[in-house]
């Protein structure tokens, strides 16, 4: 459990064969993890070690305690809103942090434990997907406060979800329950409390199987494309591009031919 003392929390799972899943698990349980600087600059640095990691083939983010995160730390705002330099940094530097997600290689499963707002619903946007505890509630819930969303969920909600349910979620700050964040399109499954973590790492296990130069560069080519919300003919395009850049040079793409020839199990070496 939490003590508080450290804004982000990393423990390692063995998935097999060499490979591991980070478990990013943010740790202010008594301000129901609510997102500091200190905390974006300690997520920044987990990321980091994860990335640098080669054992490393998932992420998984969740929180301490009773919330997956209830967003920006309102407290701290009554000061840092008052800065006209610092306050536009620190949300320059969420921006850095949390897209970095978006950007590493290796997947990133967001395990939405509980309580979810504002910077947390960004956050869960920023990962690949996410798996959603029974209990769990999630909205975006900046204007309940007076605040506008500045952390990416006027742009990445709207594409998650679509403009009509962006705006509801957003005008009327209502919490959405586990299954409605399914149907919605804001996690993928629900699963029970006690289960989250271990279905997050049987997935993990899963896509630790593959070859994480396939993957790191599928998840390259969706998310540029998403990103970019390029045309059918430009998504396309670029698809066709990367992929015969990569079957036409990658050991693992052969690998994986041959093992399937040869009816055994692939040997890939990501690369």
């Known amino acids: 459990m939490g003590d508080g003392t450290d804004p982000v929390l990393v423990e390692h799972h063995d998935l097999g064969g060499g490979a591991a899943a980070a478990v990013l698990r943010l740790n202010r349980p008594a ?13 920044d640095r987990v990321i980091t070690d994860a990335d640098d990691d080669p054992t490393v083939r ?9 919330a997956f995160s209830s967003g920006g730390d309102l407290q701290s705002y009554l000061t840092l809103q008052r800065d006209a330099e610092a306050f536009p940094r620190f949300v320059a530097d969420l921006h850095h942090t949390f897209g970095r997600l978006r950007r590493i290689g290796a997947p990133v499963i967001a395990l939405i434990n509980g309580v ?9 946007l920023n990962c690949d997907f ?16 007076g605040q506008m969303g500045g952390g990416g969920v006027l742009t990445l909600l709207p594409r998650a979800i679509g403009r009509a349910r962006a705006s509801e979620l957003l005008f009327t700050g209502r919490f959405l329950d586990a299954d409605d964040a399914v149907a919605w ?20 296990r899963g896509i630790a199987s593959k070859s994480s130069l396939a993957i790191a560069t599928a998840k390259e080519v969706l998310g540029t494309v998403w ?3 390029d045309s059918v ?11 015969a850049e990569y079957c036409l040079t990658a050991y693992d793409a052969r690998e994986g031919l041959l093992a399937f020839a040869e009816k055994r199990a692939p040997r890939f070496e990501g690369r």
């Open 31 to 43: 301000s129901l993890n609510a997102i500091d600087w200190d905390t974006v600059r300690a997520l």
């Open 58 to 66: 998932v992420l998984l983010v969740t929180g301490e305690g009773r």
């Open 116 to 124: 979810t707002a504002a910077g947390g619903l960004e956050l869960v």
């Open 130 to 145: 996410a798996l959603i505890a029974r209990s769990a509630r999630i909205g975006d819930a900046h204007l309940n406060f």
């Open 185 to 204: 399109g804001l996690a993928s499954r629900v699963v029970d409390d006690d289960e989250l973590l271990n279905v997050g790492l049987e997935l993990a």
């Open 227 to 229: 990103a970019r919300n």
């Open 233 to 243: 003919d430009d998504g396309l395009a670029y698809e066709r591009e990367r992929n």
